[in-house]
C-alpha cells in the first residue's frame, strides 16, 4: 500500500500545510503504508499549451518534471494534496499539476485509487479549498475520503488539533484503501463520468487514438 503526499506550499520547511501533509502520511504509515512526499516547489512544471497531443498519442512535448511526478501518482495506491489558501484556490504549481492533467481526467486514470486534501488559510476559505482539491481526485476518478482546513490567523494552537484530525485522515485513508470503507454516492458518481467520457472519446476516436485505445484496452469500449 503505498501513499503519496504533495506539498505545495512556497514555504518549505516552515510550512504549515507541510505539517498537515506529514500528519497524514503519519497516519497512513501507522495503518501499514508506505509513503512519500513530494514538495512541488522542487519541481519544474511547465504550463499546459492545450495542444492536444496526450490526447492523440499519450505524450506531451514539454520537458520537465511532470512525467516522473505523474509516474508517482499512478503508481500510489493513495494521493493526499496539500496547498495553502491563495485567493480562494491552490498554489500556482498544483494548479499546473491539475492542467496537464487533461488525459487523465479524459482517462479516468485514477479509477479504483484514493485520496484527500489538507489546507491552511490565514483567516479563511480554507474548507473550500480542501472541497475544490477532492473534487480534483474524484473528477480524476479517485474516490475522496475526507479532508482537513486550518485557518491559523485566529488561533495559531489550531494547526496542533489540526495535525491530529490529519493522523486521522491518515488511517481513514489507508483503510479506505484496504477496502474497510465504502462510497456508495462516489462509485456512482464514477460510474456516470466514465460513461460520459467514454462517449465522448468515443465519438473523437480518430483524433484522440490514445484516448481511445486506452479505453478498449480498460474493457469500457468495445473496438470498432
Known sequence: MKVLGLNASPRGEESRTLRLVEAVLAGAREEGAETKLVDLYTLRIEYCTACGSCYATGDCPLMDDFPDLFDDILDADGVV?????????VTA?????FDRMADAIHCQMLTGKFGCSVCTAGGSGQD???????????TLGATAVGGVGVAVGWDPTALERAEGEAVNLGKKLAES????????EQEELHRQRREYFRRLVSANRDLWRHEYDWYVAMGWIEEE
Open 81 to 89: 494534496l496539500g496547498s495553502p489558501n491563495y485567493i480562494d484556490s
Open 93 to 97: 504549481p498544483l494548479k499546473a499539476v
Open 128 to 138: 473550500e479549498v480542501v472541497a475544490y482539491m477532492n473534487r480534483v481526485l474524484t
Open 177 to 184: 484503501i484496504r477496502g474497510e470503507h465504502t462510497y456508495p
